[in-house]
């Protein structure tokens, strides 16, 4: 069956490049309808009820979060669109939601489609959504909550109760307050990507900790954190490391 799917963007050029590019080569896709502002995209989610929209990320009426906010239920999959924009593609990314940048890359766009069956359960990407609403809303950055996809499901973890993440090759292991351990399949560089404006600090190539765990600056060059371990400041981070500790 193919994916019945509405493209949303302000901009009509764009409206129209998307669809000619999933018209031409890929048969996966159904456009059954076009959307050029947030307003006109409820109406259309609405009434059309799509499997998957390309939702744009900044409009003018609304923006592409705005717009899901508005809807009482999420019973299709988002994949987002957006300029290169630094914000919006990391708050994306920290919330683990799927996305495409313009000018569109073909391939980038068929990675993204090809994604959708393993990304088919819509009350995970329901709850994913959920979960980066209510991010946005929160004025402390320590009270968002991380969500890491799995095949089970989902794990959610509030950034407050991380101590500090460690990277083992293509694993990352996430050290909590209460003592226990989640592991990641992403590696230690995608978590300083997305978490780095938010209190945490890769102090060594192995560990990226969380600045309110922190307990002491150590005279070996070591982080005491609140869970009574100690983690290293390496030689190539120390300047670094000092002065974001020094203004905490």
Same mark, same amino acid.
């Given at each position: ?6 493209i ?7 409206? =129209? *490049? &998307?669809?000619? /590019? ?6 996966? %896709?159904? #456009? ?33 979060? =705005? *717009? &899901?906010?508005? /809807?009482?239920?999420?019973d299709?999959?988002? %994949?987002? #669109? ?46 994913? %959504? ?48 209460n ?70």
């Open positions: 069956m193919k994916l019945r799917s509405i949303v963007d302000d901009n009509l050029l764009n409206i =129209e *490049v &998307l669809y000619d /590019l999933l018209q031409e080569t890929n048969e996966k %896709i159904e #456009v059954i309808g076009k959307a050029s502002s947030g307003t006109e995209a409820l109406s259309m989610i609405k009434s059309l009820q799509p499997d998957l929209v390309f939702l744009d990320v900044e409009m003018p009426d609304m923006n592409g979060f =705005e *717009v &899901l906010a508005s /809807l009482e239920t999420i299709f999959q988002t %994949i987002f #669109v957006t300029a290169h924009s630094h914000y919006a593609i990391q708050a994306i990314r920290f919330n683990a939601l799927d996305y495409i940048v313009k000018p569109i890359n073909p391939t980038e766009l068929f990675k993204a489609i090809r994604r959708y069956p393993s990304n088919g359960d819509v009350s995970l990407h329901q709850d994913q %959504i959920r979960t980066a609403l209510n991010n946005f809303n929160k004025k402390d950055t320590l009270d968002q909550v991380l969500f890491l996809p799995t095949q089970e499901g989902g794990i959610k973890m509030l950034l407050r109760d991380i101590i500090k993440i460690e990277g083992d090759r293509n694993y990352s292991t996430f050290h909590l307050a003592g226990k351990t989640k592991i990641s399949s992403k590696t230690l560089g995608h978590f300083e990507d997305i978490l780095k404006d938010k209190e945490f600090f890769r102090c060594h190539r192995s560990f990226l900790i969380n600045s309110y765990h922190i307990k002491a600056l150590q005279k070996n060059n070591h982080f005491l954190l609140s869970n009574g371990s100690n983690v290293p400041i390496s030689r190539r981070r120390k300047k670094e490391a000092l002065f974001w500790f020094s203004n905490k």
